[in-house]
C-alpha cells in the first residue's frame, strides 16, 4: 500500500523502515536484518491496531475515501462473470461516472448498477470523481426498468461523494434524475441490494441504495451531505469538518442501530486497502446470501415490504 492518511504517518515510518532494511538486504544478501525487520512489523502490527480500535466518525470518513480502496470496477470484475456493459441513457449521453450492465454471480443473473470514481489522474477525470449527471440516474433507471422486466436481481454498489452539483447537471434536471431513480428502486418487483464500499453521500447515493437490503461494509459512511458541506451551511467554516461528522451519525455502525444499514460488514485490520481481494470475498458471499433469502419473496410482497422498511425509518425518526 502505498498512501497513507493523516493519522497513519506514524505507521508509515516505521513499515517505511521495515521496507527500507528489506531493500538493503536485497541489495548485499551478506546482510542478516531479517530480525531487526521482523521487529519493526511486530511494532507496525500494534500500532495499527490501536490506531484502529477507536475510529472517530471523521477518521472513518478518511478511510471511506482511500484512494486504494476497491472500487466498483474491481468488484464486478472480481466478483462478477459475462459482464455486458449497458450504456447511455437513450436520450443524452452515457454518463462514465455510473457503471452498469448485465452480469452473473454465482451462477445467478443479475443487473449490476454503480458509481465508478477511478484509480488514477486520468481515470478520475473520465470518471468524474464518482459523482454521475443527469443522465447517469436516467441510465440507472433504465437498467432497473430493464432488471425488473426480465426479473433479474439488481445490485447496486453504492461510492460517491454526492450527485455533481454543476451548471449542467442542473440545467438538464439533477434533482428530478435522483427523484425518479429512487421512485423506481421502490417501484421495482425483483431482489434489490445494495451495497455501501466506500461513500454513501447525499441523494446521490441513495437513488442507488434504496433496497430491499443495505450492506455497508465496516468503515463506509452514509449520509445526506459531507462532513465538510454540513460544517460550511451550519458554522460557515470547512474546517469543522470534524464536529460536523460527529453530529451527521453517518458511520455504518451508528445507522445499523438506526435501521438504515441492514448489515455491517467487518473490513480487514486497516480498512479494506490492505486486503483488496479479501474484502470482496466477503462482499460477494454476503451478496450471494442474501440473493438466496430474497428468491423466496414474491414480487408483490418484496415491493410492499421495501416501502414498508423506508416508512418504517421514518416513523422511527419522528418518534426518537
Known sequence: MNNYLEFEKPLAEIEGKAEELRAMARANEEMDIEKEAAALDKK?????????????????????????????????????TE???????????????????????GGTPVVIIGHEKGHNTKTRIERNFGMARPEGYRKAIRLME???????????????????????????????????????????????ISVIIGEGGSGGAVAFATADRVVML????????????????????????????EALRLTAQDLEKLGVADRVLPEPLGGAQRDRAGTMASVGKEIETLLKELKQKKPDQLR??????????GAKGLAA
Open 218 to 245: 465496516e468503515h463506509s459512511t452514509y449520509a445526506v451531505i459531507s462532513p465538510e458541506g454540513c460544517a460550511s451551511i451550519l458554522w460557515k467554516d470547512a474546517e469543522k469538518m470534524r464536529e460536523a461528522a
Open 83 to 105: 459482464y455486458t456493459p449497458l450504456a447511455g441513457d437513450r436520450n443524452f449521453a452515457d454518463d462514465h461516472a455510473v457503471m452498469g450492465g448485465l452480469a452473473r454471480i
Open 304 to 313: 410492499k415490504e421495501r416501502r414498508q422498511k423506508y416508512l418504517d425509518i
Open 44 to 80: 507496525a502490527e500494534a500500532l495499527l491496531k490501536e490506531l484502529y480500535e477507536n475510529l472517530t466518525p471523521w477518521r472513518k470518513c478518511q478511510i471511506a475515501r482511500h484512494p486504494d480502496r476497491p472500487h466498483c470496477k474491481d468488484y464486478i470484475e472480481t466478483l462478477f
Open 146 to 192: 430493464l432488471a425488473d422486466k426480465f426479473g433479474l436481481p439488481i445490485i447496486s454498489l453504492v461510492d460517491t461523494a454526492g450527485a455533481y452539483p454543476g451548471k449542467g447537471a442542473e440545467e438538464r434536471g439533477q434533482s428530478e434524475a435522483i427523484a425518479r431513480s429512487t421512485e423506481k428502486c421502490l417501484q421495482v418487483k425483483v431482489p434489490f
